[in-house]
């Protein structure tokens, strides 16, 4: 799988915004972010692909205690499977960002993923539009939030 050019953009401000549930389970996520490498599970006796979950849902012997699946990169390819677009800030945080896009991403692997668009005027976001992972950094909070592009 060809990986694309890693892009970052570095926010200095102060972040305004609900902070990320980071916890003990989503830590290797967040981790991998803040390594600008977006990080899923994948079944390592089929290679199927998950957010993190228990069982491989495949028809093979599973491990007990996720045994069999492990966090892996992905490619941070996929294409927008829904979206909204929000004309009102539902929280102070976001009101200089109105209107902005609210995307539901099929990433190449399978599983879908939610966030905001960065470069392209809502109005042309389509449904099946090829985007690209990418991470925002916020050095002085310690954490990185994925965000989508258009590919290409
Ligand atoms: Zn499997």
């Known amino acids: 799988m060809v990986v694309a050019s890693v892009d970052v953009r570095v926010i200095t401000e102060k972040w305004n915004k609900p902070w990320p549930n980071i916890d003990m389970d989503s830590q290797p996520f967040w981790d991998g972010l803040r390594e600008h490498r977006l990080l899923l599970f994948r079944c390592k006796t089929c290679g199927a692909w998950y957010w993190p979950k228990a069982f491989c849902r495949n028809d093979h ?32 945080g976001f009101k200089d960002e109105v209107p902005y ?40 909070e310690g954490f990185t939030i994925p965000k989508f592009k258009p590919a290409g």
Do not use: C
């Open 101 to 140: 896009t609210y995307a539901i991403v099929e990433l190449d692997e399978g599983p879908m993923i939610s966030s905001t668009m960065v470069d392209i005027d809502p109005k042309n976001v389509r449904v099946g539009m090829p985007v690209q992972v990418v991470y925002e950094d916020h050095p002085n």
């Open 61 to 92: 012997d599973n491990e007990p205690f996720m045994g069999n699946l492990d966090w892996e990169e992905a490619s941070g390819s996929g294409k927008v499977f829904a979206f909204n677009i929000h004309h009102w800030a539902f929280h102070p």
